[in-house]
């Protein structure tokens, strides 16, 4: 399977963004590839007020238009996140798209103090990819064990972490739960700044993709970049001595993710 990531600047017009990824995956040669969290919005609104006035239904139709058409233009799949909108909520999302339209989506679990404007997500899901079973962890979740873990139980084989993120930290993070769960890991993370409470945030790239052993197989810089490799998820050894305790797997049937209270 030819996996890979897309790494941008995000602005704050969706169109703009829209038309960058566009031109990135043109001829992209890929069978999935992994878009940044929140890909054409901007990561930090201080109110619902400010995210729907850049984010409305316009918006998010052009969105899931454009994506599900580059889908079928390039035959490949995009895992993107994106603001999903709903009468009173608005949630985190990731979408996965391919030429037969939308196989699924995920809702950020676990937020920041910086994502106050948006609502969390409550289950973990497992979509198939052309037979191959991936699982979604947005950013902030790759920094608790608990989903991951769920995820591989259920049987993923490919875990995408879409990601908005400056510090060190979330490279390493990924890194561990490929290796911990046995399962190749594509970290995508955005370029550029953003201005949140009222200071620059500046957002380091380095996207990576590792492998099950949580050994880098490609890795960005801090420019605008995409980058695919071709790696076999399907043969993995190291997963079947991982997953294999019976409390686990009784353990997999329910939803043991943590919740953390970060205000407290």
């Keep these: ?139 902030f979740d790759t920094w608790f064990p608990e989903a991951a873990r769920v995820l591989a139980l259920q049987g993923a084989q490919l875990l995408c972490a879409p990601s908005n993120f400056g510090g060190p930290w979330t490279k390493d993070v990924v890194k561990v739960r490929a290796l911990e769960n046995g399962v190749h890991a594509v970290l995508t993370n955005r370029i550029g700044s953003e201005i949140i409470d009222g200071e620059a945030a500046v957002f380091r790239g380095e996207s990576l993709i590792v492998d099950a052993h949580g050994d880098v197989l490609a890795e960005a810089g801090r420019e605008e970049q995409v980058m695919v490799v071709e790696v076999d998820v399907s043969k993995n050894p190291r997963r079947a001595n991982l997953i294999c305790d019976d409390v686990d797997a009784e353990r997999a049937k329910f939803s043991p993710y943590v919740r953390y209270d970060f205000d407290k």
């Design 1 to 139: 399977m030819r996996i890979g990531f897309c790494q941008y600047h995000v602005t704050r017009n969706p169109e703009e963004n829209i038309r960058v990824v566009e031109r990135l995956l043109t001829n992209c040669e890929a069978d999935l590839i992994v878009l940044p969290e929140l890909a054409f919005s901007g990561y930090y609104f201080d109110s619902r007020k400010a995210l729907d006035a850049i984010y409305n239904n316009e918006s998010h139709q052009a969105v899931m238009q454009r994506m599900l058409a580059l889908a079928k233009r390039e035959k490949t799949t995009i895992v993107f996140g994106t603001v999903e909108r709903a009468v009173d909520k608005r949630h985190n999302t990731i979408y996965v798209v391919d030429d037969s339209g939308i196989l699924g989506s995920q809702r950020k679990m676990t937020k920041t103090v910086n994502e106050a404007v948006f609502d969390a997500g409550d289950q973990l899901a497992i979509i198939d990819v052309k037979g191959i079973k991936i699982g979604i962890i947005t950013c």
